[in-house]
């Protein structure tokens, strides 16, 4: 069985495992451990700025995913945002995500000013975009640009 619940202080190293892992396996990237745990627990204690949901199997966290959310004016709305989403190797392709896109899904649906829900994906990941499009998801015709800003530890 897989239970779906937010993520709680003790979650924190095991969320923090996960983006490491994340960030290994999708970018080839280290992370700065100590401003990851700083960022996940931020988020933790913090639910205006981030939520993170996670998901147990036989009571050990094997997922986790992070909500956030954008104002839209043009709906005059609120994008529900999935990102940092894991799953735990040994166990994809056996439900998690669509477990905790569901939650995500009827958290949403609980908002009165939600509008969709949204997520970005790499662009050569096709299992999850398969994933997503089984769920309902369809690709936009956005492409994502950024500018990152240097931060003092």
């Known amino acids: 069985m897989i239970l779906v619940r937010p993520a709680t202080d003790s979650d924190v190293p095991i969320i923090v495992d996960f983006m490491a892992a994340m960030a290994a ?18 988020a933790v ?20 995913l992070m909500i956030t959310s954008e104002w839209s004016d043009w709906r005059a709305g609120r994008f529900w945002w999935i990102q940092s989403v894991f799953i735990d190797a040994g166990y994809r392709r056996q439900g ?41 998801m369809v690709e936009t015709h956005y492409q994502l640009f950024e500018e990152e800003f240097a931060r003092g530890s």
């Open 45 to 64: 204690e913090h639910p205006a700025d981030a939520i993170y949901l996670v998901a147990e199997v036989d009571g050990t966290v094997r997922g986790c």
């Open 96 to 136: 998690i995500y669509t477990r905790l896109h569901e939650a995500v899904r009827e958290l949403a649906k609980g908002d009165p000013l939600a509008c969709g829900i949204r997520l970005y994906v790499e662009v050569d990941n096709v299992g999850a975009q398969a994933t997503y499009r089984q769920l309902g």
């Open 25 to 42: 396996e999708t970018e080839d990237k280290p992370l700065d451990r100590m401003r990851v745990t700083q960022g996940v627990a931020h």
